[in-house]
Each structure stands twice: as C-alpha cells, then as structure tokens.
C-alpha cells in the first residue's frame, strides 16, 4: 500500500523588497512530505532554505502556490507544527519542568495530564530528576533536550527543526541525533529538518530535498 501524503507544495514562490528592486528568492518550488517522514532540505546559504521553513511554519506566506495538506488546500500550517530552532530558548526563571509545561498552558490543556505526559517525557529522554532544576544548571545538550520535549508536548502533526544541534560539540550531536531518532520513531511524528549538513542529513533522514539556483527551486530529491 502507497504510504499517504501528509504534505504537498506546489509551485511555491516568494520575493521580498531589496534596495534595487524585488528579489526572487524561490521559484516554483514542488516537494511532498509522507506520513511518519523525515526529510531534510540542504542547499548552499541563501538558496531560500528558511523561507520555504517559515512558509511550512506559516510564518511566512507565498506569493503564489498551493500549501495541500492531507489532501486539503490551507493558507498555513498554524496549529500543526512544533518548531524547534537552533538556540534553546529556555525562559531562565522558569525550571525544566515549568519551561517544558509551556505548551499546553498556552493551550489550556488539563494541567495534571500534561504534567503526566511531561515526567514521561523526561524519563525517557534521560532528564528525570532535574525537573525543578534552572537552564543554567543545564549542560547545553540537556538545554536541547528539554527544548524539544517543550516541542513534542504540544503534540505537532510536524515537527520542524531549524538546525537544533549546529551549536553543540561533536560527540553530544551524536547523541542528540540519536535521541531525536527515537523520539520522532517512538511517537510516530513526521519531521522537516533545515540543516548546512549534508552528513547530518543522509544520517538522518528518510529523503533529502536539495535546493540551488537563484532563485531557488528543488534541484534534486534523494532517499
């Protein structure tokens, strides 16, 4: 049986005001995302990479193009995605718990449930005990690993990560991408992942979209 498309883009374009003029950054940019996917987007600086994140993010909108998502055309993905960036962006007066609870404050989830499903998540991610512990005490590895418990509470039907461990040392990478593995395979997300790394990537991934040219458009699809 064909997997299912989660995910479609469909002639995607974007320009933004420079001094001289617009600038096109993306031109007719076609990719799709499975269900349970991990694809990653590479390309060289300025080839558009965040655009098309933020436009998936829906932080950004198209000039032209369709976003179809489960078989429906939507303007953005609000609602659906969990974001993930590459600085942790712990709130310092808050501990692990308290900053990983944020989510489903925001959501006005039943309290006592998602403080259930967040001790969960902190055991199997390694962090149990820490949790009335301050990001200060943290190693950076345990910053990103908090950080993307905080992304997964929320439950996202996409799970988009803007290069979450460039910052970090070589060996808690490897670790760290070996936690996201089973992580998104033990709760069954689909993940976009932006990334410089094309080691990263093939490591990673299930397909890997290649972005070139100016402007931009998907040179390539690798899996």
């Known amino acids: ?10 002639s995607i374009r974007k320009s933004f005001d420079g001094q001289n003029g617009r600038i096109d950054v993306l031109k ?5 995302v499975y269900e349970r996917d991990f694809v990653s987007i590479i390309g060289p600086s300025g080839c558009g990479k965040s655009t098309v994140f933020n436009i998936v993010a829906g932080l950004l909108a198209p000039d032209d193009g369709d976003i179809i998502y489960r078989h429906e055309r939507v303007s953005n993905l609000r609602g659906r995605v969990g974001y993930m960036m590459q600085r942790d962006l712990l709130f310092p007066w808050r501990t692990v718990l ?9 959501q006005r989830l039943p309290k006592a449930e998602a ?9 199997t991610f390694g ?14 590895g345990m ?7 905080r992304t997964l509470l929320t439950d996202p039907d996409i799970l988009l990560l803007d290069e979450p461990f460039s910052a ?3 060996q808690t990478r490897l670790y760290l991408e070996g936690v996201l593995v089973d992580a998104v395979e033990t709760f069954n997300k689909t993940v ?29 699809v690798h899996q």
């Open 168 to 170: 970090l040392d070589y």
């Open 115 to 123: 403080r259930d499903n967040a001790m969960e998540y902190l055991n």
């Open 98 to 106: 308290e900053n990983i609870m944020l989510g489903p404050e925001m």
């Open 28 to 32: 007719g940019v076609d990719f799709d």
């Open 192 to 220: 976009i992942l932006v990334t410089h790394d094309i080691d990263e990537a093939v490591a990673l991934s299930k397909r890997v979209v290649v972005l070139g040219g100016k402007p931009s458009q998907v040179k390539s």
């Open 143 to 149: 910053r990103q690993r908090v950080a993307l418990i």
């Open 127 to 140: 962090l149990a005990g820490v949790e009335n512990a301050y990001p200060k005490m943290l190693s950076g």
């Open 1 to 10: 049986m064909a997997q299912d498309i989660q995910l479609r883009l469909r």
